[in-house]
């Protein structure tokens, strides 16, 4: 079965009311792209407001609590997520894993209980730039993609974005044969953990995807998408890395 394309955006912590009709002009941009899946990830505050502005369109959260409720001020449950329209939830971003201090195991129980509250998942790994340099990338991002995988998944619902931390705002992208290594070597872990099935996830790279480079990077081997961090606040950044991941798409 062919992967779908699939093009991410990450809006981070950026995005007041006023941003709304770029998302809207974004998702109507991304409809003349049907051999792609487009979704955005807004802040919290604006996912609700988001989904009433394009109800058909893939909208998302960017970080979700293990449980379902509780005395956990400032957090989200993934059910809320949902509650609010949200139909996929990113988890293990790196600016979480490092600035927030969460383990693989926290990510793990976060995706699941994302997939328990019926959202899709998109699980992020990447490696600090000294692993990189010392050689130890693939190492570092199979492990935590190991650790952090739920035990159980539906395979449509999960796919895992490969972020190096060093790429990640900076203007600095692998080559594209490391891409391609890593996506290789994620995808025969995967393989690993669950047999032929594991060709049906999606792996997505992500660290300064722009409209110039999207062709190269998403062209690489095992690539079937991209999640964008600060390309995707506009239609205008946004919607050329749609158009170069539908030319791929054929
Ligand atoms: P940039 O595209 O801004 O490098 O961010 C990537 C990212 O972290 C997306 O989650």
Known sequence: ?????????????????SALDEAR???EGAAAHPSVDVALCPPFTLIGAMHAAAPDAAVGGQDCHSA???????SVAAS????????????GHSERRDGCGETNAEVK?????ALA??????LCVGEPREVREAGGAIDHVLAQVRESLPDQFD???????YEPIWAIGTGLVPTVEDVAAMH??????????????ANELRLLYGGSVNGDNAAELLGAGDVDGALVGGASLTAAKFLPIVAAAATLAG
């Not at 779908?4 to 009311?17: C, D, F, Q, S, T």
């Open 25 to 27: 002009a974004i998702f």
């Open 1 to 17: 079965m062919a992967r779908r394309k699939y093009v991410v955006g990450n809006w981070k912590m950026n995005g007041l009311a």
């Open 68 to 74: 379902d409720a509780g005395a956990f001020t400032g």
């Open 117 to 122: 509250a019926g959202l899709s998942v998109i």
């Open 109 to 113: 129980a976060k995706a699941e209980a």
């Open 155 to 161: 395979r449509t619902r999960l796919a895992i974005a």
């Open 184 to 197: 290789g070597s994620i995808r025969a872990a995967l393989t690993e953990r669950i047999g032929a099935g």
């Open 80 to 91: 809320m997520l949902a509650d609010a329209g949200a139909t996929l939830v990113i988890v």
